[in-house]
């Protein structure tokens, strides 16, 4: 009856949505069942392509159901999560060589006509082992205009974590709201209260300066750079190369499948380290943490920020146990299911629990959050 059901099963995504009358999907649970829907959602986003001028039609009849809210990176992260990488290499083949995706990889002068944004870069990540000469270069510049970008906006919002905190025994020839010395302000001026208005009357206004702490704290962020995590991994480079020029900070930068590689020579260039990431493969989230215990050297000191979805390819027990390590060394240890500005994770729930209940800190981040956590651990 299984055999039967997987052949059935098989039938129906050979034979697509238009089968769904006569072959419907025969699986043992809802979350099985949802996954082979969106394995059908993505093949029909590619093989559709066959019907040539009959697709649009053929979408119109459906309602506009999955297939028309699908784009070229969403569509890439999606193969890459549901099916095996040798079925992954051919699916990039078809849509490059059989149905006319290829400009974003042979044609220069179209590249040069896209607009650089997130979204193009999320291709070019997910693209770029296939680009090569003047491509590749172009592929490059894109990456870096789009990570200026993303640089130059989260600097911005993270001034204010990182601009030291108030010392109130010092005054400040700086004139800023942010900066006044209210207690201060009101001490000095009492005497010249206005008894008949009853009103004080400021004469002079004191500010407090800001005292900047430069007693490094290292900082080891650990990116998991499996499919799924691509938006996380693009903040993740962004954030690491923000703090690598923080002189507060000792910013480490590994990324991680079932092998890990250490970045932290390329920390300060967003697109050094983007370009290097290879998206998929398997995950080995205990091998990694090993890794960046390897590199804690001032326990007390540091933060290990494990940027992942937590499920674990190397066995949950093993993580466990390298993670109470860091722990109890006096390290931090930070868990983000994701890290990016929507913030909305699809993790293992049961693992961040366990994680949490051993003394990490848990929990899905914007960038602006993550930089106002790690501002209040320095101080």
Known sequence: MVEEQEILNRWRLVLGKYAAGQISFSVGNERENLKMMEMEDVLDYLYSREYGDEQEIRKDRRGGL????????????????????KTVEIMERHALEKYGMTELLTDPEV????????ELLKTVMQLKHMMKGEVLELARQIVRKVADELTKKLEQEMKKSFSGRLNRNVSSPVKSIRNIDMKKTIRRNLKN????????????????????KYNQWRVIICVDESGSMLDSVIHSAIMAGIFARLPMLNTKLVIFDTNVVDLSDYVSDPVETLMSVQLGGGTDISGALAYCARLIQ????????????????????????????IIESGAKLIVLPALD???????????????????????????????????????
Not at 111 to 118: A, M, T
Not at 299 to 324: A, F, I, W
Request: hydrophobic share 35%; aromatic share 8%.
């Open 66 to 85: 999955g297939d028309s809210q699908l784009t070229i990176p969403h569509w890439l992260t999606k193969i890459k999560t549901l099916f095996p990488q």
């Open 111 to 118: 590249l040069r006509k896209l607009e650089p944004n997130k």
């Open 193 to 212: 209260y206005d008894t008949e208005t009853k009103q004080l009357v400021l004469k002079q206004v004191y500010f407090s300066s800001r005292m900047k």
């Open 298 to 325: 001032t326990p007390h000191r540091t933060m290990v920020v494990l940027v992942t979805d937590l499920y674990e390819g190397g066995g949950y027990h093993r993580m466990y146990q390298v993670s109470q390590g």
């Open 341 to 379: 500005h929507d913030a909305v994770p699809n993790y293992d729930r049961n693992a961040a629990a366990s994680l949490a209940n051993m003394g990490a800190s848990v929990g899905a981040m914007t960038p602006e959050e993550l930089s106002g956590f790690i501002a209040k651990v320095l101080v």
